[in-house]
């Protein structure tokens, strides 16, 4: 019997040389596409945001107030759009259908909007618990296909997750 994750990514490649479609609306792709149409692409809200916590503003301007008076420790903080659809379903479709292969169009993606790259990424490592559940860490996949886009490390030893937590979707922004 075959692994779950290698079925995954037999049944995604043989769609993928079959029958080129976009991955979120399912409409044939032009030649130059790869994973999503055109518009799907342009539909990825991107408003303004703060550079240190990723909060939308209603202006472009680089903190928001919050992060002015008490700014977290990272110095930058990058962001494909805002957590609404069509970017909502891909992170979805990542995170919890097994379909890890989105890493490196989600990280080609990423890469565009970054301008200065860490030296060093450091993916959120799962509890043992979630890995099981999930059966990959999204993390630690996204991290190694950013680093090969930006020509960057990774090192997926330097944090532990030391215990399990609450699922982050069912959290609220108070508790996070």
């Given at each position: 019997m075959m692994p779950k994750n290698?079925?995954?990514?037999?049944?995604h490649t043989?769609?993928?040389?079959?029958?080129?479609?976009?991955?979120?609306?399912?409409?044939?792709?032009?030649?130059?596409?790869?994973?999503?149409c055109h518009y799907c692409l342009s539909q990825f809200p991107s408003p303004p945001y703060c550079q240190r916590c990723g909060t939308t503003t209603l202006n472009s301007e680089q903190y928001c107030g919050h992060c002015l008076t008490t700014p977290p420790p990272w110095q930058r903080l990058y962001r494909l759009g805002e957590y609404q659809p069509p970017l909502q379903q891909l992170v979805s479709q990542f995170k919890f259908g097994k379909k890890f292969w989105l890493a490196k169009p989600l990280a080609k993606q990423l890469a565009k909007q970054i301008t200065v790259p860490a030296p060093l990424l450091?993916?959120?490592?799962?509890?043992r618990w979630r890995y099981w559940q999930r059966g990959f860490n999204?993390?630690?996949y996204l991290?190694?296909?950013?680093a090969r886009e930006l020509n960057t490390q990774v090192d997926h030893?330097?944090?532990?997750?030391t215990r399990h937590t609450e699922a982050q979707k069912s959290l609220t922004k108070k508790t996070t």
């Open positions: 290698t079925t995954a990514w037999l049944s043989c769609r993928k040389l079959l029958f080129r479609h976009c991955s979120l609306c399912q409409l044939p792709l032009e030649p130059n596409d790869d994973y999503w450091l993916p959120v490592p799962l509890h999204q993390s630690h991290a190694l296909a950013l030893k330097i944090l532990v997750r």
